[in-house]
T-cell receptor
Framework: SQQGEEDPQALSIQEGENATMNCSYK?????LQWYRQNSGRGLVHLIL?????REKHSGRLRVTLDTSKKSSSLLITASRAADTASYFC????????????FGAGTRLFVKA | ETGVTQSPTHLIKTRGQQVTLRCSSQ?????VSWYQQALGQGPQFIFQ???????GRGNFPPRFSGLQFPNYSSELNVNALELDDSALYLC?????????????FGEGSRLTVL
């Protein structure tokens, strides 16, 4: 079963706009990660935020984490057509070795 | 590019058959995880192998089994294939010592069961 849910399921924006995706999870975690997947390809790791942090930046990416609400958000600023992909949040917990569990994903479409 | 390679990239089987999917880990990684991704869904955790031992399993029946070899490469075997097994199967390697669970994925093997 998947760890949580992402919202929205799909998002369509114009190039240059910001895209915000939200993720909720159910159990305690060591960290939360975001991955990107181009259509039918493997997933690529984007950013990781540890459970004792509230915010992290990497280039055009900004991730927030609220462990009290068990939720996270990914903000992509100044989006580009090349950002069109599916984005997945994933939680990692150390249960006799780290296990990384994924949400259902947000499909982002950036129109040029 | 992650350095994780999977084979075959595509394959077609019929119900009841058996399939073996293969994965070569990124150099230096000692852990392999397998995921099943149905169309339009997120990856579902099948199991993880660490130092040749199964180290956690998701909600998959015993007909899904795996192996990890001394060089940390891995196989996923599925017996008695069902139509619902049609999916993209993703292998991901990681280094347990990193303490993060960050995964490096291959491009996947797309299985179609007819």
């Amino acid at each position: 079963s998947q760890q949580g849910e992402e919202d929205p399921q799909a998002l369509s924006i114009q190039e240059g706009e910001n895209a915000t995706m939200n993720c909720s999870y159910k159990t305690s975690i060591n960290n939360l990660q975001w991955y990107r997947q181009n259509s039918g390809r493997g997933l690529v790791h984007l950013i990781l935020i540890r459970s004792n942090k509230r915010e992290k930046h990497s280039g055009r990416l900004r991730v927030t984490l609220d462990t009290s609400k068990k939720s996270s958000s990914l903000l992509i600023t100044a989006s580009r057509a090349a950002d069109t992909a599916s984005y997945f949040c994933a939680t990692a917990s150390n249960t006799g070795g780290f296990k990384t569990i994924f949400g259902a994903g947000t499909r982002l479409f950036v129109k040029a | 590019e992650t350095g994780v390679t999977q084979s075959p990239t595509h394959l077609i089987k019929t119900r009841g058959q058996q399939v073996t999917l293969r994965c070569s880990s990124q150099s230096g990684h000692n852990t392999v995880s397998w995921y099943q991704q149905a169309l339009g869904q997120g990856p579902q955790f099948i199991f993880q192998y660490y130092r040749e031992e199964e180290n956690g399993r998701g909600n998959f029946p015993p007909r899904f089994s795996g192996l990890q070899f001394p060089n940390y490469s891995s196989e996923l075997n599925v017996n008695a294939l069902e139509l619902d097994d049609s999916a993209l199967y993703l292998c991901a390697s990681s280094w347990e010592g990193a303490g993060t669970g960050e995964l490096f994925f291959g491009e996947g093997s797309r299985l179609t069961v007819l």
